[in-house]
């Protein structure tokens, strides 16, 4: 159990710190008359060190012990790679708010916003046990969700075809008895 908590209080880092993280970036340019964004600016708007120590900062401010701060933040470094590869990712050319304007609708968001308000009671206990924001649990869950969904009729087919139908049910009997032992 005291593992386990460790792993939350690591994952609360991460996903606690990541709105820092969007702060620090710089804002999207405009994209130019062909709507084609240009890459992002070699240099950043902040040194990595002087916004890794503002990350343990906050990371210390919100309340994390010194050894989950150093044992998760102390000595990270930036790899070019990742960097450039960030870069250079073809759907974020075109500009975040385009992109998620023509993959995120209306009906989405109010979806998101009913199953919310229709699971807070369930929410409030996961922050209160796990210190994680309901935001993230909700960006958690909607990508699990959604992973469901694109993967789900594949996997389903696979099995199906690899084992004949009875397969489906069988599949469920090890996932229903780590939640039940769980």
Do not use: C
């Not at 993280?21 to 902040?46: C, F, G, H, S």
């Not at 935001?135 to 789900?152: E, H, K, Q, S, Y």
């Amino acid at each position: 159990m005291l593992q386990a908590l460790d792993t939350m209080k690591w994952l609360a880092v991460v996903f606690g710190l990541f709105p820092l993280a969007q702060q620090v970036a710089l804002p999207a340019p405009a994209p130019p008359p062909n709507e084609v964004a240009e890459t992002a600016p070699d240099v950043p708007a902040q040194p990595f060190d002087a916004w890794l120590q503002d990350v343990i900062d906050e990371a210390r401010s919100r309340g994390f012990s010194d050894r989950v701060v150093d044992e998760t933040l102390k000595g990270l470094e930036p790899l070019p790679r990742v960097i450039a590869r960030d870069r250079s990712q073809a759907e974020l050319r075109p500009g975040f708010t385009r992109y998620s304007s023509s993959h995120l609708t209306t009906a989405m968001v109010r979806r998101g916003r009913e199953l919310s308000h229709e699971h807070r009671s369930t929410l409030s206990r996961i922050e209160g046990d796990y210190e994680v924001q309901r935001r993230f649990v909700l960006a958690i869950w909607g990508g699990i969700g959604a992973l469901a969904v694109a993967t789900g009729p594949s996997l389903g087919a696979a099995i199906v075809s690899a084992g004949g139908w009875r397969w489906a049910f069988f599949v469920n009997l090890p996932v229903s008895a780590i939640v039940l032992l769980g």
